[in-house]
């Protein structure tokens, strides 16, 4: 598949080498407070990510919030909250 001119993977490795160190290895304080443009980096990078969602769900023709709906769905049933809220457990270990 071609997003703009280039192939997915050459798409995914330009997205990779985009994203590598802007928020990837900050701890969440450091997270919150980004400074201005370090916040700018991140949003365009967050569109980029999302225009090629968008692009590649349209080119495979998934309809996104039906996938994000079932995955929800999916994962109410997998990590129930009265087992998993508050723990980092592997989900076979909540039977």
């Known amino acids: 598949?071609?997003?703009?001119?280039?192939?997915?993977?050459?798409?995914?490795?330009?997205?990779?080498?985009?994203?590598t160190?802007?928020?990837q290895w900050l701890i969440e304080e450091q997270s919150k407070n980004l400074p201005?443009?370090?916040?700018?980096?991140?949003?365009?990078?967050?569109?980029?990510?999302l225009i090629y969602l968008i692009r590649l769900a349209d080119k495979l023709d998934?309809?996104?919030?039906?996938?994000?709906?079932?995955k929800i769905e999916?994962?109410?049933q997998k990590y129930p909250v009265e087992k998993a809220k508050g723990n980092a457990k592997k989900y076979?270990?909540?039977?």
């Open 1 to 19: 598949m071609e997003v703009r001119g280039r192939t997915t993977q050459e798409t995914k490795s330009s997205y990779c080498r985009g994203r």
């Open 21 to 23: 160190g802007t928020t």
């Open 36 to 49: 201005q443009d370090k916040l700018n980096e991140v949003e365009t990078e967050l569109a980029d990510t």
């Open 62 to 70: 998934i309809d996104l919030l039906a996938a994000a709906q079932s």
């Open 74 to 76: 999916f994962n109410e």
């Open 92 to 95: 076979t270990e909540y039977v």
